[in-house]
């Protein structure tokens, strides 16, 4: 069982940047594939980036691609979400997700840990 934490929401104006960081329990935390989605009011969760176990494969959602840095430091058991030139369509609360594999992965489905969120706010 790995228990998962976010930290580093916050507010912030169009064009600026936030770190988010998600801190993992355990030791096992290099075995699992790691992810970041987010969910607006009224939207459905959305896959955002993804690293493998390693930290050597990483994919991102089109619209975040250039922008946004996935990275992973296993001796610290903790995943980073770098977020540059933010927009207010990026508002919205932000996971992180573990799953078990060898790969990278770009469904809900495929996590079998969650974090409890945390907030994101870009004005314009």
């Known amino acids: 069982q790995v228990q998962l934490v976010e930290s580093g929401g916050g507010l912030v104006q169009a064009g600026g940047s936030l770190r988010l960081s998600c801190a993992a329990s355990g030791r096992t935390f290099s075995r699992y594939a790691m992810g970041w989605f987010r969910q607006a009011p009224g939207k459905e969760r959305e896959f955002v980036a993804a690293?493998?176990?390693?930290?050597?494969?990483?994919s991102y959602a089109d619209s975040v691609k250039g922008r946004f840095t996935i990275s992973r430091d296993n001796a610290k058991n903790t995943v980073y979400l770098q977020m540059n030139s933010l927009i207010p369509e990026d508002t919205a609360v932000y996971y992180c997700?573990?799953?078990?594999?060898?790969?990278?992965?770009?469904?809900?489905?495929?996590?079998?840990?969650w974090g409890q969120g945390t907030q994101v706010t870009v004005s314009s």
């Open positions: 690293i493998s176990r390693s930290g050597g494969s990483t």
């Open positions: 997700a573990a799953g078990v594999g060898g790969g990278i992965y770009t469904l809900p489905l495929s996590y079998d840990h």
